[in-house]
């Protein structure tokens, strides 16, 4: 320990650290005279400017805010090393779990130096894999992904797939032959939150008009559409399927039944809820709405005959799976599978004659069986606490594939034998990680009005409660998102430094059914803060670190929930990361698919509805006498989702208003998006540069330095 402080002591010395803000020369940012009115209420905007992402000057001011942030962080001696340490650990071989599809199998590996997974198929279990898309051919700098929504011809020779560039929302889809391993002239573009459904020689996608050039990664998302698309036609001859003109803020998607005889569309408002309907494609018959409203969500598992087997949260706030005859409309014919009970249920995949049930149980999957009437038969044992993050299976076979991982255990498949209940490892990765020294537990603390809230602790074992130990505390508590234990390469640097890594299930989120999440949304909103509050005091209280320890993290909706708190508290934390945050809470649906975002936090233009945004908004709750701690804000360029001004209008506040010693700083990505599809090595740098930041502003020294 001695030689630890004297470390500390040292590097702090070379970098002659400064308790002034003249540390801090933070690039100039004008302001511009933007005033609106709201209900009476003026509200000052002065960086709009920002919001021109195409601008000379907002590409100037990035520049300059890299500069300074990368600067900032070159300086600090143990980068390169925390870096290095990314690297060993990221350089692994991971797979995700097979799925069969007609009479061949199809997953994504990556041979831990990849910077994007690459797509195999394989004809059986026993056979060697081949290549057949590799994303990483498509770009110098493996910014060009491939997203998991692929289709397979009926006849088995066609794959559709659709890749991303920059890790933006925005896709194009391109039909490859499967034998030849070479794409056809099929090109589809202007795809966005898409699904691909086969059909005949052909497909069906969601797409919108295209956008204004340089307007693509900002303009409002509107007039969303189903397609199809003919093979070896031009996208422009593709014929409209199905769309809205009455509400161009509505978005849709389709899927196929397995035997190809029904259409479903879904149609969605808001982040939440959605319309069913149906059509039978051997018939001349239109579209038929099997749901009324966007109260309930409705998502078609399988079908079987002409009963549709559709998970729902119908009258059922933890969720509940039913049949429903596509022959009556009457909800009164719908026959609960699965009915509602005490835990969530997640996901089903009807295998064989039954159905495999992931249930979440205080915020962590459990497994059950059941047959194809609903009736329990048994449990599939799961390693240890944790979570499962898919399930493949088909109706037709006995076999199916699921994975699993924890915290300190990184995805591992398992092979499971329907019929005789038997589970076998059938993919487990081998990585630079010793996960028996540390531990993981779920404790449950009291929230504002003595809530009971679940939160997951991990650090290593033996681990002495003095207040010293640095703690990274994550949290999201929106959108019905439930957050289980889950694996992150990123995260094992903290806590091979005796870092503490928490995880509050905070309300908001999915973890106890839609109740959970209604008390976390739109006036409710304050009880996400106040829960993450008071994760926040229990680990203080509780010895595991202090003030000048702890540093939290959130991402998209936790970004908001990242930047609300450190308004709210800035007491109870030293390091704080808001990440492609929601930050502007009165402008937000203004952007690319805001809009959808309305149900779940309100509108700036209703009255009652402002005043609730306006008092919990980031963006308009920094103010001069708060004493903040150190804050780097993340975000990227290609982010068509939360638009990157959300992140550029609060730093320019923070570092207008801000007088204290601690850094406020915002890293900007290039060529990276919301988050998916971003290439390893820009996760390992930017993961690199997150710990950086956080042990040098606690006063920690990471155990690399020799």
């Given at each position: 320990?001695?030689?630890?402080?004297?470390l500390?002591?040292?590097?702090?010395?070379?970098?002659?650290v400064?308790?002034?803000?003249?540390?801090?020369?933070y690039?100039?940012?004008?302001?511009v005279?933007?005033?609106?009115?709201?209900?009476?209420?003026?509200?000052?905007?002065?960086?709009?400017?920002?919001?021109?992402?195409?601008?000379?000057?907002?590409?100037?001011?990035?520049?300059?805010?890299?500069?300074?942030?990368?600067?900032?962080?070159?300086?600090?001696p143990?980068r390169?090393q925390?870096?290095?340490?990314?690297?060993?650990?990221?350089?692994?071989e991971?797979?995700?779990?097979?799925?069969?599809?007609?009479?061949r199998y199809?997953?994504?590996?990556n041979?831990?130096?990849?910077?994007?997974?690459?797509?195999?198929?394989?004809?059986?279990?026993e056979?060697?894999?081949?290549?057949?898309?590799?994303?990483?051919?498509?770009?110098?700098?493996?910014t060009?992904?491939?997203?998991?929504e692929?289709?397979?011809s009926?006849?088995?020779?066609?794959i559709?797939?659709?890749?991303s560039?920059?890790?933006?929302d925005?896709?194009?889809?391109?039909?490859?032959?499967?034998?030849t391993?070479?794409?056809?002239?099929?090109h589809?573009?202007?795809?966005k939150?898409?699904?691909?459904?086969?059909?005949?020689?052909?497909?069906?996608?969601s797409?919108?008009?295209?956008?204004?050039?340089?307007?693509?990664?900002?303009?409002?998302?509107e007039?969303?559409?189903?397609?199809?698309?003919?093979?070896?036609?031009?996208?422009?001859?593709?014929?409209?399927?199905?769309?809205?003109?009455?509400?161009?803020?509505?978005?849709y998607s389709?899927?196929?039944?397995?035997d190809?005889?029904?259409?479903?569309?879904?149609?969605?408002e808001?982040?939440?809820?959605?319309?069913?309907?149906v059509?039978?494609?051997?018939?001349?018959?239109?579209?038929?709405?099997?749901?009324?409203?966007?109260?309930?969500?409705y998502?078609?598992?399988?079908?079987?005959?002409d009963?549709?087997?559709?998970?729902?949260n119908f009258?059922a706030?933890?969720y509940?799976?039913?049949?429903?005859?596509?022959n009556?409309?009457?909800?009164?014919?719908?026959i609960?599978?699965?009915?509602?009970?005490?835990?969530?249920?997640?996901?089903?995949?009807?295998?064989?004659?039954k159905?495999?049930?992931s249930?979440m149980?205080?915020?962590?999957t459990?497994?059950?069986?059941y047959?194809?009437?609903?009736g329990?038969?048994?449990?599939?044992?799961l390693?240890t606490?944790?979570?499962?993050?898919?399930?493949?299976?088909?109706?037709?076979s006995?076999?199916?594939?699921?994975?699993?991982?924890?915290?300190?255990?990184?995805?591992?498949?398992?092979k499971?034998?329907?019929?005789?209940?038997?589970?076998?490892?059938?993919?487990?990765?081998?990585?630079?990680?010793?996960?028996?020294e540390?531990?993981?537990?779920?404790?449950?603390?009291k929230?504002k009005n003595?809530i009971?809230?679940?939160?997951?602790i991990?650090?290593?074992?033996?681990?002495?409660?003095?207040?010293?130990?640095?703690?990274l505390?994550?949290?999201?508590?929106?959108?019905?998102?439930?957050?289980?234990?889950s694996?992150?390469?990123?995260?094992?640097?903290?806590?091979?430094?005796?870092?503490i890594?928490?995880?509050?299930?905070?309300?908001?989120?999915?973890?106890?059914?839609e109740?959970?999440?209604?008390?976390?949304?739109r006036?409710?909103?304050?009880?996400?803060?106040?829960?993450?509050?008071?994760?926040?005091?229990?680990?203080?209280?509780?010895q595991?670190?202090?003030p000048?320890?702890?540093?939290?993290q959130?991402?998209s909706?936790g970004?908001?929930?990242?930047g609300?708190?450190v308004?709210?508290r800035?007491?109870?934390?030293?390091?704080?990361?808001p990440?492609?945050?929601?930050?502007?809470?009165?402008?937000f649906?203004?952007?690319?698919?805001?809009?959808?975002?309305?149900?779940?936090?309100?509108?700036?233009?209703?009255?009652i509805?402002?005043?609730?945004?306006?008092?919990?908004?980031?963006?308009?709750?920094?103010?001069e006498?708060?004493?903040?701690?150190?804050v780097?804000a993340?975000?990227?360029?290609h982010?068509?989702?939360?638009?990157?001004?959300?992140?550029?209008?609060?730093?320019?506040t923070?570092?207008e208003?801000y007088?204290g010693?601690?850094?406020t700083?915002?890293r900007?990505?290039?060529n990276a998006?919301?988050?998916?599809?971003?290439?390893?090595?820009?996760?390992?740098?930017e993961?690199?540069?997150?710990?950086?930041?956080?042990?040098?502003?606690?006063?920690e020294?990471?155990?690399?330095?020799?």
């Amino acid at each position: 320990m001695k030689q630890k402080v004297f470390l500390i002591i040292l590097l702090f010395s070379i970098l002659g650290v400064s308790c002034t803000k003249s540390k801090f020369n933070y690039p100039d940012t004008k302001k511009v005279s933007q005033v609106d009115e709201y209900f009476g209420e003026i509200v000052e905007d002065p960086y709009r400017w920002l919001e021109d992402d195409n601008s000379e000057e907002t590409e100037n001011w990035v520049s300059a805010q890299n500069e300074l942030t990368q600067s900032y962080l070159a300086m600090i001696p143990f980068r390169e090393q925390i870096k290095k340490r990314l690297t060993e650990l990221w350089d692994y071989e991971t797979i995700k779990s097979p799925s069969k599809k007609g009479n061949r199998y199809f997953f994504f590996k990556n041979d831990g130096k990849q910077e994007q997974h690459v797509l195999y198929v394989q004809n059986s279990l026993e056979d060697e894999a081949e290549i057949l898309i590799d994303p990483n051919e498509l770009s110098d700098y493996g910014t060009v992904s491939m997203n998991s929504e692929y289709a397979i011809s009926t006849d088995g020779k066609y794959i559709a797939y659709q890749i991303s560039r920059g890790g933006s929302d925005w896709h194009e889809i391109l039909v490859r032959d499967i034998e030849t391993k070479q794409d056809i002239e099929d090109h589809v573009t202007w795809v966005k939150f898409s699904k691909i459904a086969w059909y005949k020689d052909g497909f069906y996608y969601s797409r919108y008009p295209e956008t204004e050039d340089g307007r693509e990664f900002s303009s409002l998302n509107e007039n969303h559409k189903i397609y199809y698309h003919k093979l070896g036609t031009s996208s422009t001859e593709d014929k409209v399927v199905f769309d809205n003109k009455d509400f161009p803020l509505r978005g849709y998607s389709a899927e196929v039944s397995g035997d190809e005889k029904y259409l479903f569309i879904y149609e969605k408002e808001s982040s939440s809820g959605n319309n069913l309907y149906v059509k039978n494609l051997q018939k001349d018959d239109g579209f038929v709405m099997l749901t009324k409203g966007f109260k309930y969500d409705y998502d078609v598992i399988d079908q079987v005959g002409d009963n549709l087997i559709v998970l729902t949260n119908f009258n059922a706030p933890k969720y509940k799976l039913v049949r429903i005859n596509v022959n009556s409309l009457n909800v009164g014919n719908w026959i609960d599978v699965l009915p509602e009970k005490k835990e969530v249920l997640q996901k089903c995949a009807l295998a064989g004659d039954k159905i495999i049930a992931s249930y979440m149980q205080d915020a962590k999957t459990k497994l059950e069986v059941y047959n194809i009437k609903g009736g329990y038969l048994y449990d599939i044992e799961l390693p240890t606490l944790g979570s499962v993050s898919d399930i493949n299976s088909s109706v037709n076979s006995n076999e199916a594939f699921y994975t699993f991982s924890s915290f300190t255990v990184a995805s591992t498949i398992f092979k499971y034998d329907v019929e005789n209940n038997l589970s076998e490892i059938y993919f487990e990765p081998q990585i630079d990680f010793n996960a028996s020294e540390y531990e993981t537990k779920q404790i449950f603390y009291k929230g504002k009005n003595g809530i009971k809230i679940p939160m997951f602790i991990v650090h290593k074992k033996g681990l002495e409660l003095d207040r010293e130990n640095p703690t990274l505390l994550y949290a999201y508590g929106g959108f019905n998102s439930s957050k289980l234990p889950s694996f992150r390469e990123d995260r094992l640097v903290w806590l091979e430094n005796g870092g503490i890594f928490a995880l509050a299930n905070i309300r908001g989120g999915g973890e106890y059914g839609e109740n959970w999440h209604k008390a976390g949304a739109r006036l409710n909103k304050q009880n996400v803060f106040d829960d993450f509050i008071a994760a926040s005091e229990y680990l203080i209280e509780e010895q595991y670190t202090s003030p000048e320890k702890l540093a939290i993290q959130g991402a998209s909706n936790g970004g908001l929930l990242i930047g609300a708190v450190v308004n709210q508290r800035p007491d109870l934390f030293k390091v704080a990361f808001p990440e492609v945050g929601v930050l502007d809470m009165l402008r937000f649906h203004k952007f690319t698919i805001g809009w959808a975002w309305v149900e779940e936090y309100g509108s700036s233009a209703d009255s009652i509805q402002f005043q609730n945004l306006y008092n919990y908004s980031p963006l308009h709750n920094i103010h001069e006498d708060i004493d903040y701690p150190a804050v780097m804000a993340i975000t990227a360029d290609h982010d068509d989702r939360v638009v990157p001004a959300h992140s550029f209008k609060y730093i320019a506040t923070l570092q207008e208003k801000y007088n204290g010693k601690n850094p406020t700083l915002i890293r900007i990505q290039t060529n990276a998006g919301h988050g998916s599809g971003k290439p390893v090595n820009i996760k390992i740098q930017e993961a690199a540069d997150k710990w950086t930041f956080a042990f040098y502003n606690m006063g920690e020294v990471p155990n690399y330095i020799e």
